[in-house]
Nanobody, 120 residues
Framework: VQLVESGGGSVQAGGSLRLSCTAS????????MGWYREAPGIQRELVTR???????EYADSVKGRFTISRDVAKNSVYLDMNSLKPEDTAVYYC???????????????WGQGTQVTVSS
């Protein structure tokens, strides 16, 4: 499974960005998709995830500011980030929990990461 992310960039505090991620490959079923982030010196952390049943989970630090959504038909997930803060600066990684015709078991796949920089 290949995950291709787009939409990162630089923005001033209070601004907005939208990240997109599309999965491709021999996908039999796609379960949860999500976004994680990794800032310098900080372990990768969950930002948000959405299950195949559209249940969502958010880190406390982004609740009310970030919104995750998905397009099941396109195997895509999106992250709308509003009211961005300098502490949101990180590399953002897309994740997908998928079963493929090659493995026939669920595995978590990762995108290559996209940089988000928020300046004060």
């Amino acid at each position: 499974v290949q995950l291709v992310e787009s939409g990162g960039g630089s923005v001033q505090a209070g601004g907005s960005l939208r990240l997109s991620c599309t999965a491709s490959g021999r996908i039999v079923s796609m379960n949860a998709m999500g976004w994680y982030r990794e800032a310098p010196g900080i372990q990768r952390e969950l930002v948000t995830r959405i299950t195949s049943g559209d249940c969502t989970e958010y880190a406390d630090s982004v609740k009310g500011r970030f919104t995750i959504s998905r397009d099941v038909a396109k195997n895509s997930v999106y992250l709308d980030m509003n009211s961005l803060k300098p502490e949101d600066t990180a590399v953002y990684y897309c994740s997908a929990d998928a079963v493929t015709s090659q493995t026939m078991y669920e595995y978590r796949y990762w995108g290559q990461g996209t940089q988000v920089t928020v300046s004060s």
